[in-house]
């Protein structure tokens, strides 16, 4: 497949995962989280600033409302179309003003200097070019605007005997101490979806490292990384069944 044809395959997949994600997300609204995640990411800009905002793969919305709820002004893009829908739905439900467009993250139908921050989470493991896609970002960020991308080694469950090995181990720990994981399996003799994914165009790669390379590559300037950040925002299910793949966070100053 060519990448425009691999692109099209995982907004398909994403599109038919919405259902399951949505109900996710919707646990997560009515959860601690909407606070701690603000905290996290609006701890890097002055308080009482009103931001433009970019929220990139934003799923069915929930940085798109968090961040909405605190007055600022978000525009939420994602590719597949079944998250577009729930992003809506989610948005009218929670009474907060936010956009939401079909977009490819790629290339991004906005002006040069737009946002003060474009934020992700759990996007760019999905991405197939990282140089193209951080190039885009960085073009229409604001000077001094921040991007802040949220994510895990998540290719690793797929890549990496050693990591699978260790997952499956925990998935089975976390169906027995909570009763199911967060697919709605509920057997621990079962075992979670991981299969072998050599094609990954990360397969090689430990992040954040990676990303820190091509982000001072393309000109980003002041470039922090906290290596894991799971502590005040995943909750003890979050922390057994993905202690394998903890969320980092980069931030960049273009």
Same mark, same amino acid.
């Given at each position: 497949?060519?990448?425009?044809? !691999? ?10 995962? #919405?259902?399951?994600?949505? #109900? ?28 433009? !905002? *970019?929220?990139? @793969? ?5 940085? #798109? ?24 739905? /989610? ?7 936010? #956009? ?12 040069? /200097? ?7 989470? /759990?996007?760019?493991?999905? *991405? ?39 997952? !499956? ?14 697919? @709605? ?9 991981? @299969? ?5 165009? *990360? ?11 091509? *982000? ?7 470039? /922090? ?24 966070? !980069?931030?960049?100053?273009?």
């Amino acid at each position: 497949m060519n990448q425009e044809q !691999i692109q099209e395959q995982i907004n398909k997949e994403w599109s038919e995962s #919405s259902d399951n994600y949505d #109900s996710i997300i919707f646990d997560e609204l009515n959860s601690f989280r909407p606070a701690a995640w603000q905290k996290q990411i609006l701890s890097h800009f002055p308080e009482g600033k009103t931001l433009d !905002i *970019l929220d990139i @793969g934003c799923g069915p919305g929930f940085f #798109s409302i968090i961040l909405s709820k605190e007055g600022h002004h978000v525009i939420g893009i994602d590719a597949a179309e079944g998250m577009l829908e729930k992003a809506r739905k /989610n948005i009218t439900y929670a009474g907060v003003e936010a #956009s939401i467009l079909q977009m490819d993250a790629n290339d991004l139908d906005f002006a040069d /200097n737009t946002f003060d921050l474009i934020v992700s989470r /759990n996007v760019t493991h999905t *991405l197939h070019d990282h140089t193209v896609a951080y190039q885009e970002w960085k073009r229409v960020l604001k000077d001094d605007g921040l991007l802040l991308i949220y994510d895990a080694n998540w290719h690793h469950l797929g890549t990496v005997p050693e990591v699978q090995a260790q997952y !499956i181990e925990d998935w089975k720990e976390c169906v027995r101490t909570h009763g199911s994981d967060f697919n @709605g399996n509920t057997d621990p003799e079962g075992s979670p979806h991981v @299969g072998e994914d050599s094609n990954h165009p *990360l397969r090689d790669y430990m992040r954040p490292d990676y990303d820190i390379g091509i *982000l001072k590559s393309i000109g980003f300037g002041e470039i /922090n990384v906290d290596r894991d950040i799971t502590g005040p925002l995943w909750d003890e299910k979050e922390k057994l069944l993905y202690r394998t793949t903890p969320m980092f966070e !980069i931030c960049a100053m273009k």
